[in-house]
């Protein structure tokens, strides 16, 4: 009898423990399927105020991004790399809402829709994606490179995590007021934290980089409007 009891009881705490794995395993995969909801969710709700925006709002903010964006071309900005600086610090001096979305970048072939921010802090990076100061706001424009960076995978979200499925020839896009910029994937590459000289413009090509634990460069097809 207390053999059986000892082996009912140790059964019982097999059980718990399965359970309480299963439990581990699941939590993940249920946060991230609500947070999928949230998200498209959260897409609808910045096409609406994108198209509410006054043409005067766009107009400036516009103007600020180009002013900004010729500062970097012509200046030797120090760009840090957000994933690895303990003093990551932001110039975005016209930019004063800068905890809202931006932008939205799309990528079709992985089915990700992210918010994008300015300022690459932990918050925003644990958002979505983000704008690395120092490089261009994507904005589009010749001679423009803007470095977007994003997490390969997070608790609530796979983020960028199958970014490296991307090949040549496929679209990455960025939406901002009733505006989208289509970009066609060329290449990718692994680079150290501080080879930067490696994301410089390319002549008057408009590039955006996708920085994540890899690096995927990109260049512009025609606009989509």
């Known amino acids: 009898m207390k053999n059986q009891l000892k082996l009912t009881r140790n059964s019982a705490i097999g059980y718990i423990l399965i359970l309480l794995g299963l439990l581990f395993i699941s939590l993940p995969l249920a946060s991230r399927t609500v947070n999928d909801y949230k ?6 709700e910045f ?15 516009t103007e600020n991004a180009k002013e900004y964006n010729e500062v970097v ?10 994933f690895t600086a303990e003093d990551y610090q932001t110039k975005y001096e016209k930019f004063t809402k800068t905890n809202v979305p931006f932008a939205y970048l ?5 089915d990700k829709n992210l918010p994008l921010y300015l300022d690459a802090t ?11 100061d120092g490089t261009s706001i994507p904005i589009g424009g010749a001679g423009s490179r803007s470095v ?7 608790w609530t979200d796979t ?6 499925q991307l090949q040549e020839g496929d679209y990455v896009y960025i939406q901002r007021a009733e505006e989208t910029m ?6 990718k590459e692994v680079i150290g934290p501080y080879d930067w000289d490696k994301l410089a413009p390319r002549g008057d090509a408009d590039i955006i980089t996708l920085l994540t634990c890899c690096l995927l460069y990109t260049s512009p097809s025609p606009r989509d409007s």
């Open 106 to 110: 799309s990528i079709p072939k992985i």
């Open 122 to 132: 932990l918050e925003h990076l644990s958002n979505g994606v983000a704008h690395v």
């Open 148 to 154: 977007i960076a994003g997490h390969r995978g997070w």
């Open 73 to 82: 071309k012509n200046s030797d900005v120090t760009v840090s790399d957000p």
């Open 159 to 164: 983020m960028l995590l199958y970014v490296d």
């Open 182 to 187: 289509r970009y066609v994937v060329r290449d």
């Open 39 to 44: 998200a498209k969710a959260s897409e609808e």
């Open 47 to 61: 096409v609406k105020e994108q198209i509410q925006r006054s043409s005067e709002e766009v107009a400036t903010e």
